[in-house]
């Protein structure tokens, strides 16, 4: 453990499943230093700057710095200046380390529940190209507190016979989901959750793809887990979700919504004083969400739910409606299940 991050020791990432608990912050890192930068990192760079993270982690490497997006930054500057790898190096590392790129890239590219929505469609318009016009053409509606009664209606819709309807449905800053839902009423639940799980995982493909096991995090309860695994089995494994379960869910979800606009805050206590009232109101209003939080079936674990209490301004969901062919042929078989990789390691 020669690389420290915040002066904590990182272990030697080129180990199958050590680069897990990273992948997202890594990630992160990517788009932080595009952000500052200007830059957009290729995908041979996000590459090169991995290879140089795992052997700055490893034996003959020794570094620290106080944040991911610096390591990132300096291991991008090492690449350019042709330090470790350098750039006509890199083609040779990755040659020599195939193996190894496709698992780092494929945890770093799927370490987050909005990453895992967006490869998911990215990869149904590789295999289905009749699917490109309609993922284009997807329609983005907001819907906030109070507002549970229009929720209902979108998340109730069955679309034509011939036609697959997905949502691509997102929680600013909490979580982002796809609902995939066929004519004849079959519905799918696809997603990852940033460190918890991945989608593999979710889908039943890949046991290894649980980010909480009892030997990797010892904060989540074996209650916790125990709740993740019967939410899966009821939401998740790639099944269709039982008809009445989804129904009550959506009402449930709706629910919260409507319960959030209106938090009691004990109006007496503000008299005079509107900008603390609106702040109080808007904390208030996820505190209430938070207690609808282990009924949903995204991420029912406590650790989370305290997470979301503590979140401010109103709750709210984007969600975005695509119409694509039916190219299940009116059996009311997935099309997001299959594209999830078997194994996110690669």
Same mark, same amino acid.
């Given at each position: 453990?020669?690389?420290?991050?915040?002066?904590?020791?990182?272990?030697? /990432?080129?180990?199958?499943?050590?680069?897990?608990?990273?992948?997202?912050?890594?990630?992160?890192?990517?788009?932080?230093?595009?952000?500052?930068?200007?830059?957009?990192?290729?995908?041979?760079?996000?590459?090169?700057?991995?290879?140089?993270?795992?052997?700055?982690? &490893?034996?003959?490497?020794?570094?620290?710095?106080?944040?991911?997006? %610096?390591?990132?930054?300096?291991? %991008?500057?090492?690449?350019?200046?042709?330090?470790?790898?350098?750039?006509?190096?890199?083609?040779?590392?990755?040659?020599?380390?195939?193996?190894?790129?496709?698992?780092?890239?494929?945890?770093?590219?799927?370490?987050? #529940? +909005?990453?895992?929505?967006?490869?998911?469609?990215?990869?149904?318009?590789?295999?289905?190209?009749?699917?490109?016009? +309609?993922?284009?053409?997807?329609?983005?509606?907001?819907?906030?507190? &109070?507002?549970?009664?229009?929720?209902?209606?979108?998340?109730?819709?069955?679309?034509?016979?011939? %036609?697959?309807?997905?949502?691509? #449905?997102?929680?600013?800053?909490?979580?982002?989901?796809?609902?995939?839902?066929?004519?004849?009423?079959?519905?799918?639940?696809?997603?990852?959750?940033?460190?918890?799980?991945?989608?593999?995982?979710?889908? &039943?493909?890949?046991? +290894?793809?649980?980010?909480?096991?009892?030997?990797?995090?010892?904060?989540?309860?074996?209650?916790?887990?125990?709740?993740?695994?019967?939410?899966?089995?009821?939401?998740?494994?790639?099944?269709?979700?039982?008809?009445?379960?989804?129904?009550?869910?959506?009402? /449930?979800?709706?629910?919260?919504?409507?319960?959030?606009?209106?938090?009691?805050?004990?109006? &007496?206590?503000?008299?005079?004083?509107?900008?603390?009232?609106?702040?109080?109101?808007?904390?208030?209003?996820?505190?209430?969400?938070?207690?609808?939080?282990?009924?949903?079936?995204?991420?029912?674990? %406590?650790?989370?739910?305290?997470?979301?209490?503590?979140?401010?301004?109103?709750?709210?969901?984007?969600?975005?409606?695509?119409?694509?062919?039916?190219?299940?042929?009116?059996?009311?078989?997935?099309?997001?299940?299959?594209?999830?990789?078997?194994?996110?390691?690669?």
């Amino acid at each position: 453990m020669l690389l420290t991050i915040a002066k904590n020791p990182v272990p030697d /990432l080129s180990v199958t499943g050590a680069l897990d608990p990273y992948a997202e912050q890594i990630e992160q890192a990517f788009g932080k230093y595009e952000q500052t930068t200007g830059e957009e990192l290729a995908e041979h760079e996000r590459q090169a700057i991995l290879a140089q993270l795992i052997a700055w982690s &490893g034996p003959a490497g020794k570094e620290s710095f106080p944040s991911w997006p %610096q390591a990132v930054r300096a291991a %991008q500057m090492r690449v350019k200046t042709g330090g470790f790898l350098g750039e006509r190096n890199t083609t040779v590392v990755q040659s020599r380390n195939e193996g190894l790129f496709n698992m780092a890239m494929g945890s770093v590219n799927w370490a987050n #529940c +909005g990453k895992t929505a967006e490869n998911i469609l990215a990869e149904l318009k590789k295999k289905h190209p009749t699917f490109v016009d +309609g993922i284009g053409a997807g329609k983005r509606e907001k819907v906030g507190s &109070g507002a549970g009664k229009r929720l209902l209606e979108l998340l109730r819709e069955v679309p034509p016979q011939g %036609q697959i309807l997905l949502f691509d #449905c997102s929680f600013p800053s909490v979580h982002t989901f796809l609902l995939e839902i066929h004519p004849n009423g079959n519905r799918y639940l696809c997603q990852g959750y940033q460190g918890t799980y991945y989608a593999s995982w979710w889908t &039943g493909k890949d046991e +290894g793809g649980l980010l909480v096991g009892e030997k990797q995090d010892a904060k989540i309860s074996n209650e916790d887990r125990e709740r993740l695994h019967r939410t899966r089995e009821s939401w998740g494994l790639g099944r269709s979700v039982n008809p009445n379960r989804y129904d009550d869910t959506v009402v /449930l979800l709706a629910k919260a919504f409507d319960e959030a606009a209106l938090p009691d805050i004990g109006e &007496g206590e503000y008299v005079g004083i509107e900008v603390e009232k609106l702040r109080r109101q808007e904390t208030a209003a996820w505190e209430v969400f938070a207690k609808f939080w282990p009924e949903l079936p995204f991420c029912p674990v %406590q650790r989370e739910t305290d997470s979301i209490a503590k979140r401010t301004q109103r709750p709210e969901i984007e969600i975005t409606t695509i119409l694509v062919p039916d190219v299940a042929a009116n059996t009311g078989t997935s099309v997001t299940v299959p594209v999830v990789p078997n194994s996110i390691k690669g």
